[in-house]
């Protein structure tokens, strides 16, 4: 008798990658929301209601139109894009604190500012030079994250200001605004 083989596993199907832009937009859309996302359960901070959040996020990646996406699968894209952040601010921490010879770490590279400086408004100013043919120079006009985005997940039980954390949070989605 021939020896029987197990059935073969059908293999997994991958989604597609998440684009810069539906990286970019969980990463808004997560900082707009995470006074609610990230607070504490109480009797405005309930599961249905980040549930809620989470299905709207995952309603504006869909309406991107690049691909289905189920909130699983956008709640797991955030988790491991502020693991990731964690991690290279770790690795980039330890590697300053050390001691001894050798070249230095590499710095973290930040993609976003290049691609923000290109999209941010522009200043245009004018200047007079020798030849008849004004100068035109462009200098991008900073855009800061609003103190109501900051603060909301900032701000500690006591109504103080935890600088620590809020650094961390900005240095994080500036990070991976494009992956």
Do not use: H
């Not at 937009?25 to 959040?53: C, H, M, P, Q, Y």
């Not at 200098?139 to 620590?164: F, H, K, M, R, W």
């Amino acid at each position: 008798m021939a020896e029987e083989q197990p059935p073969k596993k059908i293999p997994r199907i991958r989604g597609q990658n998440f684009s810069s832009m539906e990286v970019n937009l969980i990463s808004r859309r997560v900082v707009e929301e995470l006074a609610l996302l990230r607070g504490k359960f109480g009797k405005d901070v309930t599961a249905d209601a980040k549930n809620k959040i989470w299905e709207k996020i995952t309603a504006e990646v869909i309406a991107l139109g690049v691909s289905y996406r189920q909130v699983l699968t956008v709640k797991t894209k955030f988790r491991n894009l502020t693991r990731d952040a964690k991690d290279k601010f770790t690795y980039e921490k330890r590697e300053r604190n050390r001691t001894g010879g050798g070249p230095a770490p590499k710095p973290i590279r930040f993609p976003q500012q290049t691609e923000t400086s290109e999209s941010r408004p522009t200043q245009f100013s004018i200047q007079e030079s020798s030849s008849s043919d004004p100068i035109y120079f462009a200098e991008p006009v900073s855009s800061p994250i609003p103190a109501q985005i900051a603060a909301s997940g900032c701000q500690t039980s006591d109504g103080n200001y935890n600088l620590d954390f809020c650094i961390m949070l900005c240095k994080l989605f500036l990070q991976f605004c494009i992956s």
